[in-house]
């Protein structure tokens, strides 16, 4: 089944470790990107976003991602986290594959950052 | 800037209630989604209208329906409750004028089914 995926459901990292996050995709055709962000008891925020053009993507607060379409992945990654960076992670996709408007999440990794 | 704006922000039913969710976009917007999040859940779509028409179809159960009205805003009706129903509840939207738009999403409703 097409689906989104991210392989790291639990992730804990110390202050000033590197993250990476992955994320794989199985739709084929166009798609358009996302990382969204889940900081406990509050709704989604956008990171970042990928359309088109350069497949290394800037986001806020220090966020990026590289769009790699040969492996259909989409990996968030930040030089140094913090602890205020504990949060839920979800990468998602739009396929558009029949023009339909559909955004799919994957499960989401759970990000501690410890002090 | 004016964000989607979701009502109630908590609500608690009894099983085999009803509850309505209501959902404001953002000014101009003119596609509307809803998003179910379980708990430890991925958010999962149940349904989305584009200028007031359904325009795409999740995992909705027939017990809920929802529709967009002639200003836009959405509303989510959800009947015979079942426990199963408590969840956070998302509504996003957007602008279809182009592939390159995303979602912007609202607070949700957290839903507590008792």
């Known amino acids: 089944a097409q689906s989104v995926s991210q392989h790291n459901h639990h992730v804990i990292l110390s202050e000033a470790a590197s993250l990476e996050l992955g994320c794989n995709y199985s739709y084929g055709g166009t798609v358009n990107l996302f990382w969204y962000v889940q900081y406990p008891g509050q709704h989604l925020q956008l990171l970042l976003k990928y359309f088109s053009g350069d497949p290394l993507v800037k986001g806020i607060k220090g966020f990026e991602a590289e769009f790699i379409k040969s492996k259909f992945s989409f990996n968030l990654r930040k030089p140094s986290v913090q602890w205020s960076d504990t949060a839920e992670y979800f990468c998602a996709v739009i396929p558009w594959m029949d023009s339909s408007y559909k955004l799919i999440f994957g499960s989401g990794t759970r990000l501690l950052v410890r002090p | 800037a004016a964000g989607v704006i979701q009502s109630p922000r908590h609500l608690i039913k009894e099983k085999r209630e009803t509850a309505t969710l209501k959902c404001y976009p953002i000014p101009r917007h003119d596609t509307v989604y809803w998003y179910q999040q379980g708990p430890g859940q991925d958010p999962q779509f149940l349904i989305s209208?584009?200028?007031?028409?359904?325009?795409d179809k999740g995992s909705i159960p027939d017990r809920f329906s929802a529709q967009q009205f002639s200003d836009y805003h959405s509303e989510l009706n959800m009947s015979s409750l079942e426990l199963g129903d408590s969840a956070l509840y998302f509504c996003a939207s957007s602008l279809l004028d182009s592939m390159n738009t995303e979602a912007f999403f609202g607070q949700g409703t957290r839903l507590t089914v008792v």
């Open positions: 209208f584009y200028e007031k028409m359904q325009s």
